[in-house]
C-alpha cells in the first residue's frame, strides 16, 4: 500500500517513524505503508486509487495523476462535494479527466482519527453497476475494494447508487454548519434535532433530482455521516459554524490558522446547483447567504424559521403564510 504526500519530507517523516504527526499525531501507521512525494512511484503497478484530495484541488490533482496511472485502474473519491464553476458531482469532474477508469466514492460516518485508531467504524463504497456488475455483483469495483477495505474495526457497504453517496456527502458539510452557527448561538437539542431532519430532506431532494435514489440518503453516507458531522466540533464544519455562532469573524475562526472547510466551499456550489435544477434548500442557501453574502447570523435563521408553512410529506400539498414571520428567534437565551 502506498501513500503519496505532497511535500518530500512529510513523506519521509512518515516512512521513518510510522506515524503522520502532522495530521494523525500518536497514531501508528500500518507497518506495510510507504509514503512518497513521486506520483510515478505512488502510481505505478496499482490497483486501485483512493483520492482523498480537497473537492476545490480534485481536477487539478486529476491532471497531475493521468501520464502515471496503470490502464482502467478503479478510482474512489474519499473527498466530498461539489465543483463550484461546473456544477459537477466529484465523480463527473474525474470521468471528465480521467475517462476509462471506473470512479466510485467511500463515504460515511468517518472521523479520520477514530477510524485509524480501529474504533468500529463503518462506510459506503459505491460505484455504478454495469450489466455484467448485475450479473456477478461479487467482482464488481464496489465489491472488491469494499473487501479490499474490509478488517478490524471497519466495516464497508457495497452500493450502486454513486449519486445518492456523492450528494449525501456534499451537502450534510452545509447542514453541519447551520447546526454549528445555532449551537454557538446558544441553541441546544431541538433545534440541532430539526436541522438534521430537515437536512436529510434537502438531501434526499437534491439526489432525486439528480437521478439518486431517496433511500441511500438514509443510509451510512446520508444521515449516518450528517448525524456525526452535526454532533460534534471534531468536524471542521461544525467548528466554524459554532465558533460563527459565538460572533467569532470568519478571520479569527481556528485561532487565525487556514483551515479548510468543505461546507463552506459547498455552501456555493450546493445551492448554486440547487438553483440550477429547481430544487429548494432553504438550510444551505441560509448557510451560503450567511458565509458568502453578508447575512446577519441572527436575521438569516429567524428568517429560515418564520417561512411558509408546509406539509410532511409532501404528497400533502400545503403552504401557509407564517402567522409571525416578524417575531425574532430568542438568540442568547439558553
Known amino acids: 500500500m502506498r501513500l503519496w504526500a505532497r511535500r518530500p519530507d512529510l513523506a519521509e517523516r512518515i516512512n521513518a517513524t510510522f506515524e503522520n504527526a502532522?495530521?494523525?499525531?500518536?497514531?501508528?501507521?500500518?507497518?506495510?505503508?510507504?509514503?512518497?512525494?513521486?506520483?510515478?512511484?505512488?502510481?505505478?503497478?496499482?490497483?486501485?486509487?483512493?483520492?482523498?484530495?480537497?473537492?476545490?484541488?480534485?481536477?487539478?490533482?486529476?491532471?497531475?495523476?493521468?501520464?502515471?496511472?496503470?490502464?482502467?485502474?478503479?478510482?474512489?473519491?474519499?473527498?466530498?462535494?461539489v465543483e463550484r464553476r461546473s456544477g459537477y458531482l466529484l465523480s463527473e469532474v474525474v470521468s471528465e479527466e480521467l475517462p476509462g477508469h471506473p470512479v466510485g466514492a467511500v463515504s460515511g460516518?468517518?472521523?479520520?482519527?477514530?477510524?485509524?485508531?480501529?474504533?468500529?467504524?463503518?462506510?459506503?463504497?459505491?460505484f455504478p453497476f454495469s450489466y455484467q456488475d448485475r450479473l456477478t455483483p461479487e467482482a464488481s469495483p464496489a465489491a472488491r475494494l469494499a473487501l479490499s477495505l474490509s478488517g478490524g474495526g471497519f466495516r464497508p457497504y457495497v452500493?450502486?447508487?454513486?449519486?445518492?453517496?456523492?450528494?449525501?456527502?456534499?451537502?450534510?458539510?452545509?447542514?453541519?454548519?447551520?447546526?454549528?452557527?445555532?449551537?454557538?448561538?446558544?441553541?441546544?437539542?431541538?433545534?440541532?434535532?430539526?436541522?438534521?431532519?430537515?437536512?436529510?430532506?434537502?438531501?434526499?431532494?437534491?439526489?432525486?433530482?439528480?437521478?439518486?435514489?431517496?433511500?441511500?440518503?438514509t443510509g451510512?453516507?446520508?444521515?449516518?455521516?450528517?448525524?456525526?458531522?452535526?454532533?460534534?466540533t471534531t468536524s471542521r464544519n461544525m467548528s466554524l459554524g459554532y465558533q460563527l455562532g459565538q460572533g467569532i469573524s470568519r478571520p479569527s475562526c481556528f485561532e487565525g490558522r487556514p483551515v479548510v472547510v468543505e461546507g463552506e466551499v459547498n455552501a456555493v456550489s450546493v445551492t448554486d446547483l440547487a438553483h440550477r435544477i429547481g430544487v429548494p434548500m432553504p438550510i444551505c442557501e441560509t448557510v451560503n447567504?450567511?458565509?458568502?453574502?453578508?447575512?446577519?447570523?441572527?436575521?438569516?435563521?429567524?428568517?429560515?424559521?418564520?417561512?411558509?408553512?408546509?406539509?410532511?410529506?409532501?404528497?400533502?400539498?400545503?403552504?401557509?403564510?407564517?402567522?409571525?414571520?416578524?417575531?425574532?428567534?430568542?438568540?442568547?437565551?439558553?
Not at 180 to 191: L, P, R
Not at 220 to 232: F, K, N, P, Q, R
Open 220 to 232: 451510512l453516507s446520508g444521515a449516518g455521516d450528517l448525524t456525526l458531522t452535526c454532533s460534534s
Open 159 to 217: 452500493s450502486d447508487d454513486l449519486v445518492g453517496v456523492e450528494v449525501g456527502g456534499a451537502v450534510k458539510n452545509v447542514i453541519a454548519i447551520a447546526c454549528g452557527m445555532m449551537s454557538g448561538a446558544g441553541f441546544a437539542e431541538n433545534t440541532r434535532a430539526a436541522l438534521i431532519t430537515r437536512g436529510i430532506d434537502e438531501m434526499k431532494l437534491l439526489a432525486q433530482a439528480l437521478g439518486g435514489k431517496r433511500e441511500t440518503v
Open 289 to 334: 447567504a450567511v458565509l458568502h453574502k453578508g447575512a446577519d447570523l441572527q436575521e438569516a435563521f429567524t428568517a429560515l424559521w418564520a417561512r411558509p408553512i408546509e406539509a410532511e410529506p409532501y404528497a400533502l400539498d400545503l403552504s401557509l403564510a407564517h402567522p409571525a414571520p416578524d417575531l425574532p428567534l430568542q438568540f442568547g437565551v439558553s
Open 109 to 126: 460516518p468517518t472521523f479520520a482519527r477514530e477510524t485509524a485508531l480501529d474504533h468500529p467504524t463503518a462506510a459506503t463504497v459505491a
Open 22 to 81: 502532522d495530521y494523525l499525531p500518536g497514531v501508528d501507521l500500518p507497518s506495510g505503508l510507504t509514503a512518497t512525494s513521486d506520483l510515478d512511484e505512488a502510481l505505478t503497478g496499482t490497483e486501485a486509487v483512493l483520492m482523498v484530495t480537497p473537492s476545490a484541488t480534485l481536477r487539478v490533482m486529476c491532471q497531475a495523476i493521468k501520464p502515471h496511472l496503470p490502464e482502467g485502474v478503479p478510482i474512489a473519491l474519499a473527498c466530498k462535494g
